[in-house]
């Protein structure tokens, strides 16, 4: 079965204090992974799709790698703007699964100034 | 704003009542999902449509069904309503090709239903 591990469940960062956020992942036939932003009571914003081992994308403060079991998503240099929940989900392969995510529970940041 | 729209906003019923929610994908999309987001469960895949057609189906309960319309609007249905059905539910849409790559899923702002 398909599993999605977020770590840590809550991190708490001063501002300009750099960290990253981990998601580990057991699929079988990963089509993508990808990397959401969820403010409370919000839809999930998309950040990133990964495809590959060893691709990388950057956006902002943000940077997402990764491995065949885990992403990491990098936050350089946070803003308070950057507090939110990020949310990690694969996207297996298989005739029966259509498009489906997988989420884990996701990581809530909260960036004090 | 993603360009995906969900109505109502909010909804509050009873138990064993039937609500239905509304989704409205990106323009030229073609496939829409639905997932339900509670505290403890997280973000749960119900099901997916494509053109019309149901594609992949998740952990979406006998009571719960859903059907998307010629004009590519979707509609999810939850019936016999119970106080677990309190919940987020959001629904996303791709552009959903028959291809096998990937696919990148834009998210609607949800709906919140309180079962009371």
């Known amino acids: 079965e398909d599993q999605v591990t977020q770590s840590p469940e809550a991190l708490r960062l001063q501002e300009g204090e750099s960290s990253s956020l981990n998601c580990s992942y057991t699929?079988?036939?990963?089509?993508?992974l990808f990397w959401y932003r969820q403010d409370p009571g919000k839809g999930p914003e998309f950040l990133f799709t990964l495809y590959s081992a060893g691709e990388e994308k950057e956006k902002e403060r943000l940077k997402a790698t990764l491995t065949k079991k885990e992403s990491f998503l990098h936050i350089t240099a946070p803003k308070p703007e950057d507090s939110a929940t990020y949310l990690c989900?694969?996207?297996?392969?298989?005739?029966?699964?259509?498009?489906?995510?997988?989420f884990g529970k996701g990581t809530s940041l909260l960036v004090t100034p | 704003d993603s360009g995906v729209t969900q109505t109502p906003k909010h909804l509050i019923t009873a138990t064993g009542q039937r609500v239905t929610l509304r989704c409205s994908p990106r323009s030229g999309d073609l496939s829409v999902y639905w997932y339900q987001q509670s505290l403890d469960q997280g973000l749960q895949f119900l099901i997916q449509y494509y053109n019309g057609e149901e594609r992949a189906k998740g952990n979406i309960l006998e009571r719960f069904s859903a059907q998307q319309f010629p004009d590519l609007h979707s509609e999810l249905n939850l019936s016999s309503l119970e106080l677990g059905d309190s919940a987020l539910y959001f629904c996303?849409?791709?552009?959903?090709?028959?291809?096998?790559?990937?696919?990148?899923?834009?998210f609607g702002p949800g709906t919140r239903l309180l079962v009371l």
């Open positions: 996303a849409s791709s552009v959903g090709s028959s291809g096998g790559h990937q696919e990148t899923q834009y």
């Open positions: 989900a694969v996207q297996a392969g298989g005739s029966n699964s259509g498009y489906a995510l997988n």
């Open positions: 699929v079988s036939g990963l089509r993508g």
